[in-house]
């Protein structure tokens, strides 16, 4: 049977019969399944299937319409859900490096390979920017699908010809966008698939649907590296969030056939919530699971930082090729100091070209033997290199930036101006501008002529941004000793000075930026995303003496890091920056990933908060709990704002505690959670012993009238709530008139809202009749209740106040 006849379902209706060369897509999917089978991660210790480990990741629609949180499956990423431009056929997932983008996509391949999912796909073509990078030829679509994925031994045109004539039976996949040497344009069209162009170029015509209209696109990329003029083309935006908690302990049982190992592992990261948060990046979670007789070994020196993760797996494979087993401290550096040198040096010329990828003659040049080639930080790449000659990258591109940063910190040949630079490069890549500054301190770059490109691209700013974290890190107070014995201490001293007035500097340019207030209104800053990146390298520094000095200079009431990809891994850092402000600030973190190891993470600097703002950021109860434990003594807490995570009833318990003994708070705002009337009858008896609450909202919730009756009976005679909002929470006319008693009684209610519920004409009586007895009160709204429009035109005429 040379033909397959496939039976397509459109989603819609039966429209027919297609055929297509059955050896193709025999052959593209055992190529598809054969590179996509294996973890590349494992590649220099064993062989691990992606079967057995791959683990569910956070996916997430990106700021989603609703502002509610949904989470997605993997198959979702290219289904219908969260479409915003029917028209755009690309879907972009976006995640920091390590996120597990890559693993993503690598799963969706297997998957179709497996005919297991994306059936209604019949041919996937998967791609790799670092793979294009390489390829250098003008090609035409054609070209580019048969030479860059699966070559057919016959019948080129006919199977062409289905593709032309079936885009929505197609999948493309582009891993690594953000790797690609050239930054997104649309201004240069080919529409003709048989004329020839760059590669990047054609990538970008199918991104914009110029080619191949119809075919599906999957492209990943780290966020930051895709700007508007892409976004525009966009079918839809998912992030990628990593491991959710229950992900990080599945991938640990996985990773360990043994569950007492396992087991023991977990047990460590619940004592150490730094590494547990540093384990929601998948990759920190592999190295963690693949270095675990370190982990296990290491009691109080249990791993920190992210410089702590990567040294341990840096010792880890030593010490697995090491000739003098167990050689104590940094001994096993000493030992194998040429091969980090030797490697350094690749990655550092690589980080400061884009590129990933190199040839023998790469590593030859760098020195790089076949021994060190076995310890196992590089690995052949699976791309399909012009001429298929050997061609190898590092296990992931972080571990390519920690080697760079080895390379600055230990070797004697850099420049003395690599760390400032290094540093400085932030600030213009934040302006967006380019610089090769950085390139021309390194040695023998210039000599790398091969892949020297005039400008910094998209590629090289993040991965600049992870080699300084690195460069913080070595040079802390607690590894700084080691390197003593491998390179000059004095420049090791000087390194260090040179990354403290870097961070320093850094963030006062962040302080001066803040816009003076508004007469009348808090001093705000609204931090820019280098900022969190600054606050990362002071906390991989581990000298509080750092961070008092840098907080000392910061003079703000608020603080708002929305939208800045927050996570556990973010909120240690922030604490340990924070905690030394010298005034209580708002802190506002919402519309970030914080989830309860986040909130466990912040817990040391919230006595300097007076405000702390988390919406929409996956907490629980739990992380409520141990929250509110913390907040309930600290003298400066007065508001906070929930809106929109997933608290149910037993987070009352613990925020009605929280009421009743904190008489300064003032602003709860537990909006869009699952607070049903149980949650808001004990929500109530902290209501009744607090005197101190002026806004509290519940929008959104589902008290239903027996919430808002217990509610309204804790507040009745309250004498200092001035807003109350109980929009959207099924209240009908019980309740109104239960709430009724507030408006007639209250001396301080200001506004009350109960949009979206079902109350009638009757209910609203109970309203007009009370708002008789209070002249001060100003609105009470009711749009959207179940009122006819005559009768809204009644009661409206009757009492203004009254608001539809
Ligand atoms: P990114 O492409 O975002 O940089 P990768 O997909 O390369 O991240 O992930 C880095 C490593 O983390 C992988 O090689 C693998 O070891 C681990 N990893 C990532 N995602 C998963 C997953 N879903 N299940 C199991 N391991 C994963």
Redesign the pocket.
């Known amino acids: 049977c040379e033909t397959l006849i496939f039976k397509v379902n459109d989603g819609l209706n039966w429209f027919g019969l297609v055929t297509l060369p059955y050896i193709y897509l025999k052959k593209l999917s055992s190529s598809v399944s054969a590179q996509s089978c294996f ?3 494992y590649g220099g210790t064993s062989h691990v299937s992606l079967d057995d ?5 956070q996916l997430e629609l990106h700021h989603s319409s609703s502002g509610v949180h949904q989470p997605l499956d993997l198959e979702d990423v290219v289904g219908s859900v969260g479409t915003v431009n029917k028209d755009a056929d690309t879907v972009l997932v976006s ?1 920091e ?8 996509l690598q ?1 969706l391949h297997l998957l179709w390979a497996q005919r297991a999912a994306l059936r209604d796909f019949v041919l996937l073509f998967p791609f790799s920017c670092r793979g294009l990078n390489l390829e250098h030829r003008e090609l035409c679509v054609q070209e580019l699908l048969f030479q860059h994925c699966c070559w057919p031994d016959r019948e080129q045109e006919e199977i062409f010809q289905f593709i032309l004539d079936h885009p929505h039976l197609i999948l493309f996949t582009f891993d ?1 966008l953000d790797e690609l040497k050239e930054g997104f344009v649309d201004e240069l069209r080919v529409c003709c698939p048989t004329q020839r162009a760059p590669v990047h170029v054609l990538l970008f015509n199918l991104i914009q649907g110029t080619q191949l209209k119809g075919v599906m696109k999957v492209v ?1 990329s780290r966020p930051g590296a895709v700007g508007p003029g892409l976004k525009k083309h966009l079918r839809k935006e998912v992030l ?1 969030k990593g491991f959710s908690p229950s992900g990080i302990d599945c ?1 640990v049982r996985k990773h360990h056939s043994d569950s007492a190992v396992a087991a023991k592992v977990l047990e460590s990261l619940q004592a150490n919530t730094a590494l547990l948060g540093l384990c929601h990046s ?2 920190l979670c ?1 190295i963690v699971s693949q270095c675990h007789k370190e982990l296990l070994s290491c009691g109080e020196g249990s791993p920190q930082t992210v410089t702590d993760v990567y040294l341990m797996i840096l010792q880890h494979f030593f010490q697995h090729h090491s000739t003098s087993k167990g050689t104590t401290g940094a001994g096993w550096l000493q030992e194998h100091l040429r091969t980090v040198l030797h490697l350094g040096q690749l990655a550092s010329e690589g980080i400061t070209s884009s590129c990933c990828v190199f040839s023998g003659a790469d590593l030859e040049t760098c020195g790089i033997t076949e021994k060190d080639v076995c310890m196992g930080f590089l690995v052949q790449s699976k791309d399909v290199s012009p001429g298929n000659s050997k061609r190898y990258e590092f296990l ?2 972080t571990m390519q930036c920690f080697f760079a940063a080895l390379y600055i910190v230990l070797s004697g040949d850099t420049d003395c101006s690599t760390v400032p630079k290094l540093f400085e490069l932030q600030d213009v890549t934040e302006t967006g501008l380019s610089s090769t500054c950085l390139r021309a301190c390194l040695p023998s770059a210039d000599q790398q002529g091969g892949h020297l490109e005039e400008h910094t691209t998209a590629a090289e700013a993040p991965n600049l941004q992870i080699t300084a974290t690195f460069v913080s890190g070595l040079l802390s107070q607690r590894h700084k000793r080691s390197w003593q014995r491998c390179c000059s201490k004095a420049a090791v001293e000087r390194k260090v000075r040179q990354v403290t007035r870097c961070l320093s500097k850094g963030m006062q340019k962040h302080f001066r930026s803040i816009p003076r207030p508004v007469p009348g209104e808090k001093k705000s800053m609204h931090a820019m995303p280098g900022f969190v990146w600054l606050i990362k390298c002071i906390y991989e520094m581990q000298e509080s003496r750092i961070a008092k000095d840098a907080m000392s200079k910061l003079e703000v009431d608020h603080l708002k890091l929305t939208y800045c990809n927050i996570g556990p891994m973010e909120c240690t850092a922030l604490a340990y920056v924070l905690q030394h402000i010298k005034s209580p600030v708002g802190l506002q973190l919402d519309n970030n990933s914080v989830g309860d190891v986040g909130v466990e993470q912040l817990l040391p600097c919230v006595h300097v908060c007076n405000s702390l703002y988390l919406r929409n950021n996956n907490i629980t109860d739990e992380g409520i709990r141990r929250l509110t434990a913390k907040v309930v003594h600290c003298d400066n807490f007065q508001k906070i704002a929930l809106f929109n995570n997933r608290l149910t009833d037993a987070s009352t318990l613990h925020i009605s505690h929280l009421l009743k003994a904190k008489q300064s708070f003032l602003s709860l705002r537990l909006g869009n959670n699952n607070i049903t009337a149980e949650g808001a009858k004990r929500l109530a008896e902290g209501l009744r012993r607090n005197h101190s609450l002026k806004f509290l909202g519940l929008w959104g919730n589902k008290i239903g009238d027996a919430g808002a009756e217990a509610i309204a009976g804790a507040l009745e005679n309250s004498k200092s709530l001035v807003w109350l909002s109980l929009v959207g929470n099924g209240v009908g006319n019980a309740g109104a008139r239960a709430l009724s008693g507030i408006v007639r009684n209250s001396l301080s209610l200001e506004e009350l809202w109960l949009t979206q519920n079902c109350i009638t004409r009757a209910g609203v009586e109970y309203l007009i009749q009370a708002l008789k007895h209070n002249t001060h009160m100003k609105s009470v709204w009711l749009k959207n209740n179940d009122l006819s429009s005559e009768e809204v035109e009644e009661v409206k005429l009757i009492e203004p106040r009254l608001i539809f």
């Open positions: 973890l590349s991660t480990v791959f683990t569910e990741v995640g490096a390590g996120s597990g983008k890559s693993t993503l799963r690594g990943t990628l991938f998948p990759v592999w992931h591109v």
